[in-house]
């Protein structure tokens, strides 16, 4: 059974920092492309970072130069540093994993193999 877990989430103030961790089971993680996604109240889930099997990265245009996504294969997990956060960074934040996207086709977040359950990140301004 495969398996997502976040953690990291809570309430950081503008400018600070935060990062995220998902820890993957059940699948063999250096096979598949990771993604972080979030979704803000009223709004649909949208691409935040993206990491393929080999390294490759993908940003959204709202965050290139503040978040920085990674993965350790030894530990199966990935990674979301994000910093100088802003107020409208506040979402949930979702991990998931898929087997055969490259990191720009992570970009859509529909029929996505796995995802996790979500961590909260709240931004204070």
Avoid at 29 to 51: C, D, T
């Amino acid at each position: 059974q495969v398996q997502l877990v976040e953690s990291g989430g809570g309430l950081v103030q503008a400018g600070g920092s935060l990062r995220l961790s998902c820890a993957a089971s059940g699948l063999t993680f250096s096979n598949y492309a990771m993604g972080w996604y979030r979704q803000a109240p009223g709004k649909q889930r949208e691409l935040v970072a993206a990491i393929s099997r080999g390294g490759s990265t993908n940003y959204a245009d709202s965050v290139k130069g503040r978040f920085t996504i990674s993965r350790d294969n030894a530990k199966n997990t990935v990674y979301l540093q994000m910093n100088s956060v802003k107020p409208e960074d506040t979402a949930i934040y979702y991990c998931a994993a898929d087997r055969w996207r490259t990191a720009v086709g992570m970009a859509s977040p529909a029929s996505v193999d796995y995802w996790g359950q979500g961590t909260q990140v709240t931004v204070s301004s």
